[in-house]
């Protein structure tokens, strides 16, 4: 997925990392679902983006933004972890509510 087609509209270099950033969390949630055993891999994660902060060199920062773009792609999960009461979820619409409907005389029996 390249940065153009992510974003549905422009957004600063900022805005972008910052993007990155929180999908690659996300990713590697994918890949361990209890938290205290991703909490490892999140700071590993902060710690390669950190080591980049420097980089001023617009190409040096191009060729790092479409490395990480692709490791993204390439460690992608099969079945991503969606939350059960989200769409797609195991949960999702269980147990809704009646429907709200205007009182009709003709279902009351005198």
């Given at each position: 997925?390249?940065?153009t087609n992510f974003a549905k509209y422009p957004v600063t270099h900022q805005q972008y990392v910052k993007q990155l950033y929180r999908r690659s969390l996300k990713l590697s949630l994918d890949?361990?679902?209890?938290?205290n055993i991703w909490r490892q891999k999140?700071?590993?994660?902060?710690?390669?983006?950190?080591?980049?902060?420097?980089?001023?060199?617009?190409?040096?920062?191009?060729?790092?933004?479409?490395?990480?773009?692709?490791?993204?792609?390439?460690?992608?999960?099969?079945?991503?972890?969606k939350f059960p009461t989200a769409p797609g979820g195991s949960k999702y619409e269980r147990n809704?509510?009646?429907?709200?409907?205007?009182?009709?005389k003709k279902f009351i029996i005198h």
């Open positions: 997925m390249s940065a890949w361990y679902g209890f938290r999140a700071l590993e994660i902060r710690e390669r983006f950190e080591a980049n902060r420097s980089v001023t060199s617009s190409y040096e920062l191009k060729r790092i933004l479409e490395e990480a773009e692709e490791e993204l792609e390439h460690y992608r999960h099969p079945e991503p972890y809704l509510p009646p429907p709200i409907v205007p009182y009709i």
